[in-house]
């Protein structure tokens, strides 16, 4: 039996990898999360025997050593982070102290029967791009605010724990995931739980800037797809849609497919945080997954026929 440890696994995509590790019955899932910005609603719904919940803070060394010392575990997800562009930007010594938690997963993973770690990054370590699309080796890493930068940090300690220990990593570099465990944080969910409600949808500035959007079951069936194959060892991968759009272009896509009567509402931009451009090169991504990747229109269809995400938004 594999023995696999998720942090951050009551999150978005956390927990959708939970839900799809534990089908298999030769992995038992730890789940460790502090719920700062998980939810307990997003763990699994059915007790089936091979995952268990444990509440702990990766930035505490007591508290995550407790786990990891006593589990003899094949693997680690490390997603555990402060994430959210309101959340970082408004608390980016929180955001810091998540290099501890980066640097405990490593010395604990070294130091014990740990095969390998996944770490979640983000499109954020690239900046505002010189080129698009993204590529994960020729695109430089030019992140500034605090949340990018630990990504970067967090990518370079990988690097450097896998060349001096010889522990074995490989770094997703997510863009933009959705899906209907989403929080309203983020843009997607955002903007369909306004439109569903037929309440404002604002967007900072004039919402020219471009994004892809990936829904959910792309990016864990990627992770799985990695984690099943031994894919990309001591390597970096872009996770992501790679089909452009604006974020004005998705707010009036939404109030399309949810035929919402809201309002557009423009905000003045953001002073940093907000870059103007994202698109990943995503050939690893497509090249392992092997079929279509689910389009915006799909996926927010999907999110709407989701009982538990209209429940998490009061419908």
Same mark, same amino acid.
């Given at each position: 039996?594999?023995?696999?440890?998720?942090?951050?696994?009551?999150?978005?995509?956390?927990?959708?990898?939970?839900?799809?590790?534990?089908?298999?019955?030769?992995?038992? %899932?730890?789940?460790?999360?502090?719920?700062?910005?998980?939810?307990?609603?997003?763990?699994?719904?059915?007790?089936?025997?091979?995952?268990?919940?444990?509440?702990?803070?990766?930035?505490?060394?007591?508290?995550?050593?407790?786990?990891?010392?006593?589990?003899?575990?094949?693997?680690?997800?490390?997603?555990?982070?402060? %994430?959210?562009?309101?959340?970082?930007?408004?608390?980016?010594?929180?955001?810091?102290?998540?290099?501890?938690?980066?640097?405990?997963?490593?010395?604990?993973?070294?130091?014990?029967?740990?095969?390998?770690?996944?770490?979640?990054?983000?499109?954020?370590?690239?900046?505002?791009?010189?080129?698009?699309?993204?590529?994960?080796?020729?695109?430089?890493?030019?992140?500034?605010?605090?949340?990018?930068?630990?990504?970067?940090?967090?990518?370079?300690?990988?690097?450097?724990?896998?060349?001096?220990?010889?522990?074995?990593?490989?770094?997703?570099?997510?863009?933009?995931?959705?899906?209907?465990?989403?929080?309203?944080?983020?843009?997607?969910?955002?903007?369909?739980?306004?439109?569903?409600?037929?309440?404002?949808?604002?967007?900072?500035?004039?919402?020219?800037?471009?994004?892809?959007?990936?829904?959910?079951?792309?990016?864990?069936?990627?992770?799985?797809?990695?984690?099943?194959?031994?894919?990309?060892?001591?390597?970096?991968?872009?996770?992501?849609?790679?089909?452009?759009?604006? %974020?004005?272009?998705?707010?009036?896509?939404?109030?399309?497919?949810?035929?919402?009567?809201?309002?557009?509402?423009?905000?003045?931009?953001?002073?940093?945080?907000?870059?103007?451009?994202?698109?990943?090169?995503?050939?690893?991504?497509?090249?392992?997954?092997?079929?279509?990747?689910?389009?915006?229109?799909?996926?927010?269809?999907?999110?709407?026929?989701?009982?538990?995400?209209?429940?998490?938004?009061?419908?």
């Amino acid at each position: 039996m594999n023995k696999i440890l998720v942090t951050g696994g009551a999150g978005n995509v956390g927990g959708a990898l939970v839900e799809k590790l534990i089908r298999d019955k030769n992995n038992f %899932v730890i789940i460790a999360d502090d719920l700062s910005t998980g939810y307990i609603s997003k763990l699994p719904e059915k007790e089936t025997g091979n995952w268990k919940f444990i509440k702990a803070d990766v930035n505490n060394y007591t508290e995550i050593s407790a786990i990891m010392l006593d589990e003899n575990f094949d693997y680690v997800f490390h997603f555990a982070a402060v %994430v959210g562009v309101f959340r970082t930007q408004e608390n980016p010594i929180s955001v810091l102290n998540d290099i501890s938690g980066i640097k405990h997963i490593l010395d604990l993973s070294k130091q014990s029967s740990v095969k390998h770690v996944y770490f979640s990054s983000s499109s954020e370590v690239y900046g505002e791009p010189v080129e698009l699309p993204q590529h994960e080796q020729r695109t430089p890493l030019n992140s500034r605010v605090p949340y990018a930068v630990v990504k970067n940090v967090g990518e370079c300690f990988f690097r450097s724990y896998q060349q001096e220990f010889g522990l074995p990593y490989t770094i997703f570099r997510f863009f933009n995931t959705y899906g209907p465990n989403q929080s309203t944080d983020f843009v997607v969910s955002r903007f369909l739980a306004a439109a569903l409600k037929n309440e404002v949808i604002t967007i900072y500035g004039d919402g020219s800037q471009t994004r892809t959007f990936t829904y959910v079951d792309d990016t864990v069936d990627t992770c799985m797809a990695i984690l099943t194959g031994n894919l990309l060892e001591n390597d970096v991968v872009n996770i992501g849609s790679d089909t452009l759009m604006t %974020v004005l272009e998705l707010a009036e896509l939404v109030i399309k497919l949810s035929g919402s009567k809201s309002p557009i509402i423009h905000l003045p931009a953001l002073k940093e945080g907000d870059m103007t451009r994202r698109q990943p090169d995503n050939t690893k991504m497509k090249e392992i997954l092997g079929k279509e990747l689910i389009s915006i229109e799909e996926g927010i269809k999907k999110m709407m026929s989701d009982k538990k995400y209209l429940a998490s938004i009061g419908l």
